[in-house]
């Protein structure tokens, strides 16, 4: 570990009550210094996280269209329902054809 010396320039009053709390050690400076660091090191992971789900999301539903875009392409190419007037023309086969074997 290297030796920095810092030398700050604070209102007397502030440097009064920090020297009576004792702020003013190097122990406590160093603490201070590592918690901000460790404060800016997550801020700056918290926006790469955000950044990383936000192009996630986008991603999902840039996939999610396509996909619907695929079914609305299958279900052009389906054939239509069964209408009433071709049930009615089976039943109506299916009786002759019973009829017939009578």
Wanted: proline letters at 3%.
């Amino acid at each position: 570990m290297s030796n920095v010396e810092i030398t700050l320039n604070i209102p007397e009053e502030l440097a009064k009550n920090a020297r009576e709390f004792g702020l003013l050690t190097s122990e406590h400076i160093v603490a201070l210094l590592e918690a901000e660091v460790e404060r800016a090191i997550m801020g700056f992971a918290t926006e790469e996280v955000s950044a990383v789900r936000a192009e996630r999301r986008e991603k999902d539903r840039d996939e999610g269209l396509r996909r619907m875009g695929e079914i609305a392409t299958q279900l052009r190419e389906l054939k239509p329902p069964i209408t009433l007037a071709e049930i009615e023309e089976g039943i109506r086969a299916a009786r002759d054809q019973a009829d017939s074997k009578s």
